[in-house]
């Protein structure tokens, strides 16, 4: 058995998300018209908020260092996390609180469409990196990196640097960048990816699914994406393979675990969240084994046997 994990430092956004049963894809919910679906319901959102609810519920400690706005919404979103046990450190910023749409297609593809003002006002001085050591945090996580314009050119990989220094490992989630929808030659996406490769050497774990992987690296084999990572500082890369399960790979050699069948899917929005927030907490643990125990609590999340990021009221 593992030694207890220390409470874990989380990063990232903190929204309201909107989140659909599975919709038909088809032409028609392009044009004028109405499609009828099992179930709309309102969830907290954003990926450092899931991973953290998730650590909660999984029994661990999460500290969520955010911002929300000046308003209703941001505070209601901040009780309820902290009445599920998250240590809520947020900065209040003068403008409205984020809300993201998660629209889920019976494809098993998503599309989020979000407008999250808060969350682009986060910056470095935002994140007290002492209370949190004093805490007991000896991890840190960064998720939602490309939300908060503010940290872009040296806020990232600052604070990820000052956390290595405090003896702390990090982890890093390159999630996919809305811009990149537009394309990798858009004005502004070659250096964002820069800003963001400059953090890499201040990282113990970087995350992303494959997709993810290939446009940040800027190729299509996953095999070189990840030397290329760890050439280029990472540690260790963790890659998300959805159907396919997951791997990592460090120095050392890849190491591939197959999924875990879910009997059913019921919740397909956050599942890389929970995997991360298992992953997080099985720090004892072998690499392998620490994949396939996230494999499973991803699986277990997929199906809703398991409650690990709860309806929001």
Same mark, same amino acid.
């Given at each position: 058995?593992?030694?207890?994990?220390?409470?874990?430092?989380?990063?990232?956004?903190?929204?309201?998300?909107?989140?659909?049963?599975?919709?038909?894809?088809?032409?028609?919910?392009?044009?004028?018209?109405?499609?009828?679906?099992?179930?709309?319901?309102?969830?907290?959102?954003?990926?450092?908020?899931?991973?953290?609810?998730?650590?909660?519920?999984?029994?661990?400690?999460?500290?969520?260092?955010?911002?929300?706005?000046?308003?209703?919404?941001?505070?209601?979103?901040?009780?309820?996390?902290?009445?599920?046990?998250?240590?809520?450190?947020?900065?209040?910023?003068?403008?409205?609180?984020?809300?993201?749409?998660?629209?889920?297609?019976?494809?098993?593809?998503?599309?989020?469409?979000?407008?999250?003002?808060?969350?682009?006002?986060?910056?470095?001085?935002?994140?007290?990196?002492?209370?949190?050591?004093?805490?007991?945090?000896?991890?840190?996580?960064?998720?939602?990196?490309?939300? *908060?314009?503010?940290?872009?050119?040296?806020?990232? =990989?600052?604070?990820? #640097?000052?956390?290595? +220094?405090? %003896?702390? @490992? $990090?982890?890093?989630?390159?999630?996919?960048?809305?811009?990149?929808?537009?394309?990798?030659?858009?004005?502004?996406?070659?250096?964002?990816?820069?800003?963001?490769?400059?953090?890499?050497?201040?990282?113990?774990?970087?995350?992303?699914?494959?997709?993810?992987? *290939?446009?940040?690296?800027?190729?299509?084999?996953? =095999?070189?994406?990840? #030397?290329?990572?760890? +050439?280029? %500082?990472? @540690? $260790?890369?963790?890659?998300?393979?959805?159907?396919?399960?997951?791997?990592?790979?460090?120095?050392?050699?890849?190491?591939?675990?197959?999924?875990?069948?879910?009997?059913?899917?019921?919740?397909?929005?956050?599942?890389?969240?929970?995997?991360?927030?298992?992953?997080?907490?099985?720090?004892?643990?072998?690499?392998?084994?620490?994949?396939?125990?996230?494999?499973?609590?991803?699986?277990?999340?997929?199906?809703?046997?398991?409650?690990?990021?709860?309806?929001?009221?």
């Amino acid at each position: 058995m593992s030694a207890p994990v220390s409470p874990i430092a989380i990063v990232g956004n903190l929204n309201l998300d909107i989140r659909t049963s599975p919709i038909p894809s088809s032409e028609a919910v392009l044009n004028d018209g109405e499609t009828s679906i099992e179930d709309i319901y309102e969830s907290v959102g954003g990926g450092g908020a899931n991973t953290a609810a998730a650590v909660a519920m999984m029994g661990g400690e999460a500290h969520l260092c955010c911002t929300i706005g000046d308003d209703e919404l941001g505070r209601r979103l901040s009780y309820f996390l902290t009445g599920i046990g998250v240590h809520v450190h947020a900065a209040i910023k003068p403008i409205s609180t984020g809300r993201s749409i998660a629209l889920i297609w019976d494809t098993h593809h998503r599309h989020f469409v979000s407008n999250l003002p808060n969350t682009r006002l986060l910056e470095e001085s935002d994140i007290d990196l002492e209370a949190l050591r004093y805490a007991g945090c000896r991890h840190l996580y960064r998720a939602d990196v490309w939300f *908060a314009d503010r940290m872009f050119q040296t806020g990232n =990989a600052s604070l990820l #640097r000052r956390a290595r +220094e405090a %003896g702390m @490992e $990090t982890s890093l989630d390159i999630n996919w960048d809305p811009i990149w929808s537009l394309g990798r030659e858009v004005e502004g996406t070659r250096e964002r990816i820069a800003w963001l490769k400059s953090a890499l050497p201040y990282v113990s774990f970087v995350h992303g699914n494959e997709r993810e992987l *290939a446009f940040f690296v800027g190729i299509p084999s996953v =095999a070189e994406c990840v #030397r290329l990572l760890i +050439e280029w %500082g990472a @540690e $260790t890369v963790v890659v998300h393979r959805g159907a396919r399960g997951c791997a990592a790979a460090t120095t050392n050699g890849w190491k591939e675990v197959p999924p875990v069948a879910a009997k059913a899917i019921a919740n397909e929005a956050g599942t890389g969240d929970v995997f991360t927030a298992k992953f997080l907490l099985t720090a004892g643990l072998p690499l392998e084994e620490r994949l396939r125990a996230c494999a499973y609590a991803a699986a277990c999340h997929l199906e809703g046997s398991h409650c690990y990021i709860p309806r929001f009221g």
